[in-house]
């Protein structure tokens, strides 16, 4: 990976059974909370609290998180933000650590977990959607990149997920859908940035202290949330000139791809 702005996912079949022995952190319950699961966050930017479920170190030793932290204070100053390091210096995560992390989000009763990342969907991982699944459960608002591949969402997780999550999408100022961006039918909306991860993470900023849930996407498109963020429906998009490649399930369990813009 050679950007600030990686978004990978180990499409190892690990499962969650894996051996995390964290302790969950105890959040107050009436915090509103976005948990950002990713790279970690610098030592140096003010959030609401940290830890990993991949080792001890908590702070971002790639700078993925850190960007996405940005990026949500850009939209919510006053936004709180609780990092659950799930990925690795190269922005890799394996399916076990981000089923930890997500079952850990829904302990700490988070208000959004934010997911700015993708993978292949394969048999290997559907212990995330899982998990997503136990979220939405759990009245926990998931909100999840629809990827960075310019292909069908469909292909890829956590842009598969339909009722579980909101899957964001990004395009320009103008309404039409960034090249990188995933499109499909199970993208909801689309956020002005220059990847899904960005637009997702100030999805979830926005999401943070204006929605309860089941009516996030009611204020996503609200008129203030439009003004805010430039929220568009896909049907709003001008998706342009795609053509969909489809991706088959991986039985290589070293295999994950990873995107950087």
């Keep these: 990976l050679s950007g600030p702005l990686s978004e990978s996912l180990s499409t190892s079949p690990t499962g969650p059974e894996a051996d ?25 930017v003010d959030i609401y609290g940290r830890t990993s479920v991949i080792g001890d170190v908590f702070v971002d030793d790639n700078g993925h998180g850190t960007s996405m932290v940005n990026a949500m204070y850009g939209v919510d ?9 799930a990925a690795d210096s190269t922005g890799c995560a394996t399916t076990a650590s981000l089923y930890a992390a997500i079952e850990m989000a829904i302990e700490m009763h988070a208000s959004v977990i934010n997911l700015s990342l993708s993978a292949p969907a394969t048999e290997g991982n559907a212990a995330i959607e899982a998990a997503i699944a136990d979220a939405y459960a759990a009245h926990i608002t998931v909100v999840g990149a629809a990827g960075n591949n310019g292909n069908n969402a469909k292909y890829y997780i956590p842009g598969c997920i339909g009722e579980e999550a909101i899957i964001v999408g990004a395009s320009d100022e103008d309404g039409n859908r960034v090249a990188v961006s995933d499109f499909g039918d199970t993208v909801d909306v689309y956020v002005p940035a220059t990847s899904t991860s960005v637009a997702t993470a100030k999805a979830s900023a926005w999401l943070a202290n204006h929605a309860e849930f089941g009516n996030e996407l009611f204020v996503l498109l609200s008129d203030e949330g439009r003004q805010a963020l430039g929220v568009r429906l896909a049907e709003e998009v001008n998706l342009g000139e795609f053509e969909e490649i489809p991706v088959y399930d991986v039985e290589d369990e070293d295999f994950y791809s990873a995107w950087t813009h």
Aim: no cysteine; net charge negative.
């Design 20 to 44: 995390f022995d964290v302790d969950t952190p105890n959040v107050p319950v009436d915090k509103r909370l976005v948990v950002l699961i990713d790279t970690g966050v610098s030592a140096d």
């Design 77 to 85: 100053p006053d936004v709180r933000i609780y990092s659950i390091k």
